[in-house]
């Protein structure tokens, strides 16, 4: 009988490659989970889709726990902590939302003012910002830079929640 289940662990943000090579050479792993998004994007060269995780730094891994494979992966600088078990259902949710379409999973309707978000897609990529407006797919944002708070304006698609 098999006694393998789901584990919720915790990774380095954009290192999933580096986990994968890891822990795919881990023969005890079954299966594992890194669900994405396709995110579509306006470049001056016209709409381009690029994959983005749905859960960031989060990996759901498929193994019979044990102390020895929990050592495992925690030799690995990318992996963190095992947050604990995730159930069938759960895990039949996310293969459902896995490669969807972005903007269906995370409607603007879903954002708040106030609210911390990622810059993806402006010169300020990788900082992170409090949305203070919103109107349509355009947004406020505020940045501290340059020792103070700056807001820029941004589209939906520069942003990741």
Request: hydrophobic residues 40%; positive net charge; contains cysteine.
């Amino acid at each position: 009988m098999d006694k393998s289940a789901w584990y919720v662990w915790t990774i380095s943000a954009n290192r999933y490659k580096k986990v994968r090579e890891f822990v795919d050479k881990i023969s005890e792993i079954k299966d594992i989970l890194y669900p994405l998004a396709e995110k579509e994007y306006s470049t001056r060269s016209g709409v381009k889709v690029k994959e983005v995780p749905l859960y960031v730094n989060y990996l759901f891994i498929r193994y019979e726990h044990s102390s020895k494979i929990a050592a495992e992966l925690e030799k690995c600088p990318w992996i963190h902590n095992c947050l604990g078990p995730c159930s069938q259902g759960e895990i039949k949710k996310v293969r459902e939302l896995n490669r969807s379409k972005y903007e269906d999973i995370m409607p603007a309707d879903k954002l708040q003012i106030g609210m911390q978000i990622k810059l993806i897609g402006t010169v300020f990529k990788g900082m992170i910002a409090t949305l203070i407006g919103i109107d349509g797919n355009k947004l406020a944002v505020s940045i501290r830079i340059l020792g103070g708070e700056r807001t820029i304006k941004c589209s939906i698609d520069d942003i990741e929640m």
